[in-house]
């Protein structure tokens, strides 16, 4: 019996991670190896199973202040990077700005924002937003400066206005870049707010990690960063299944992948 190549691809992802997990385990019971220094599958179950409602009420807060950082960075994201993609002069002014901005390492700009608004919640938003808000306005300027200058030249001599060509053409010609922008920021937004947990915070999967790490609860911290993996995972494939459904025209079948 054949199996059909879109079960296999479906099944792939898990058969590589029940596979790596398989593997994991072995190695740390065969080489007996510290659960201090390498926690197994099997201890990290454990710890989550142990400490299920704190990992979940830490969760929690993070996922929020995750998403509220990200949402400021997709409303400032796009009206940045229209500016900058529908304008010359705009993107000569400011895209070295945004370029010196995401250039700031972010841990170190977390300390400024607890002076300013004092540690908890702020801080990891504005760190989740700093992370996230970069590659949106840059795919979104991008999709709105690369459309076809005979497109272009076509629709002036038509009649139609700027504001014409922005909404009629830019608009759907960078959505493709822009949910591609949105799982990446997305991940990227969960970095930023647990850089800024571990900094300053008493609440949230990064100061969950910290407190276990000062009590060499390994088994803990793997549990901390799982779950930060499957939120960011969770958020991809929500995006991703928007993109499939708003941004059907630009995908293709086949391809170098196919």
């Given at each position: 019996m054949s199996i059909r190549p879109r079960t296999l691809e479906n099944a792939m992802p898990w058969c590589f991670v029940i596979g790596l997990l398989l593997a994991w385990e072995?190695?740390?019971?065969?080489?007996?190896?510290?659960?201090?220094?390498?926690?197994?599958?099997?201890?990290?179950?454990?710890?989550?199973?142990?400490?299920?409602?704190?990992?979940?009420?830490?969760?929690?807060?993070?996922l929020l202040?995750?998403?509220?950082?990200?949402?400021?960075?997709?409303?400032l994201g796009v009206a940045l990077g229209v500016g900058i993609g529908s304008s010359r002069l705009v993107y000569r002014g400011l895209y070295p700005v945004l370029v010196a901005f995401n250039s700031v390492p972010k841990v170190a700009v977390v300390p400024v924002f607890v002076i300013?608004?004092?540690?908890?919640?702020?801080?990891?938003?504005?760190?989740?937003?700093?992370?996230?808000?970069?590659?949106i306005a840059v795919n979104i300027a991008t999709g709105l400066a690369t459309v076809e200058p005979e497109l272009l030249d076509v629709l002036r001599a038509l009649g139609a206005s700027r504001r014409d060509i922005l909404v009629k053409i830019g608009f759907p010609r960078s959505m493709p870049y822009f949910f591609a922008s949105l799982k990446v920021a997305v991940t990227l937004a969960f970095v930023g707010a647990i850089i800024s947990e571990t900094v300053a915070s008493k609440r949230g999967i990064g100061y969950l990690m910290m407190a276990a790490t000062s009590n060499f609860d390994t088994p803990l911290v793997f549990a901390g960063l799982i779950v930060t993996s499957v939120m960011g995972?969770?958020?991809?494939?929500?995006?991703?299944?928007?993109?499939k459904r708003t941004t059907f025209w630009s995908q293709r079948d086949g391809g170098m992948l196919s």
């Open positions: 072995a190695v740390c019971v065969l080489f007996d190896v510290p659960p201090f220094l390498l926690p197994s599958p099997h201890a990290i179950a454990l710890s989550m199973r142990q400490w299920t409602g704190p990992i979940l009420e830490n969760a929690g807060f993070t202040s995750t998403l509220a950082g990200f949402v400021l960075a997709v409303v300013w608004f004092g540690a908890g919640t702020v801080p990891a938003i504005l760190t989740a937003f700093m992370v996230s808000f970069f590659p995972v969770a958020m991809y494939a929500i995006f991703a299944l928007i993109e």
